[in-house]
């Protein structure tokens, strides 16, 4: 049966990637993202398997992604699957000399942003009594690092609003994942460390760390599972690595 998925964060890494793979099985997709050039171009790729729709905002602009969604053509309107990929870290120090405008960041894109676009969704989602979202996460929801108490933070609160959205939401019969991802091999260190290009390539260096087709074919696994299964939790790890801060290179 063909779904119409959304898609937030899709102009790169695991938003990208994803997108990618569920064309593959013939689903209409609405990509969404703040790289307009980046959306047209993986939209005219994609196009020729199956119907794409672009939407252009910030997930952190409360009244853009009500636009945007709102702004969706009849045929995407109801949207089946939504997959909460967008959101970033920035900044990698000690809480006394972290940066106001990062913390607004990382709350504002990880968790008020999350939340905008799940609100603007899950409405017709419980008036149609059918759906799933997916919200990833990260292994720093589950277990708190040095010099990341503020992007934990913030990834610890898409954990709680996960299992808040499956309590409230499964006697609607909508579906709710968290993915918890480990090191993933995409821009995610290179924005954290401000475009060091250099320090970005040292957390990937001495090991395999996953990359963003890994969450894709783990996406792909959730979205097709049969409506009697709920997969409520899953952390993805790099063979190499045990827990948030331990990897073996």
Request: glycine fraction near 6%; hydrophobic fraction near 40%; proline fraction near 3%.
């Amino acid at each position: 049966m063909t779904k119409n998925i959304l898609i937030t964060g899709a102009t790169s890494g695991i938003g990208k990637a994803t997108a990618i793979r569920l064309a593959e099985e013939g689903n209409n997709l609405i990509l969404c993202g703040r790289r307009a050039e980046k959306l047209e171009e993986l939209k005219t790729s994609l196009s020729k398997k199956v119907k794409v729709e672009t939407l252009i905002f910030d997930v952190r602009d409360r009244n853009d992604v009500e636009k945007h969604i709102n702004s969706l053509s009849p045929e995407f309107k109801e949207i089946d699957v939504l997959i909460n990929n967008a959101g970033n870290a920035h900044g990698f120090s000690p809480i006394n000399e972290g940066e106001l405008d990062d913390w607004d960041a990382m709350i504002d894109g990880n968790v008020k942003g999350l939340l905008y676009v799940s609100k603007a969704i899950i409405p017709q989602m419980v008036k149609r009594r059918t759906g799933h979202i997916i919200n990833i996460s990260s292994v720093a929801g589950k277990q708190t690092y040095e010099n990341g108490a503020v992007y934990c933070a913030s990834k610890k609160a898409v954990e709680a609003i996960s299992e808040g959205m499956r309590l409230d939401l499964t006697k609607h019969k909508i579906k709710v994942t968290n993915i918890a991802p480990g090191a993933v091999e995409t821009e995610f260190s290179e924005v954290r460390f401000k475009g060091d290009k250099d320090k970005a390539k040292m957390v990937y260096d001495g090991y395999e760390p996953l990359i963003a087709e890994d969450l894709a074919d783990l996406i792909h696994y959730v979205v097709h599972l049969p409506e009697r299964v709920t997969l409520a939790d899953v952390t993805l790890y790099a063979s190499a690595q045990s827990s948030p801060t331990t990897i073996h290179r």
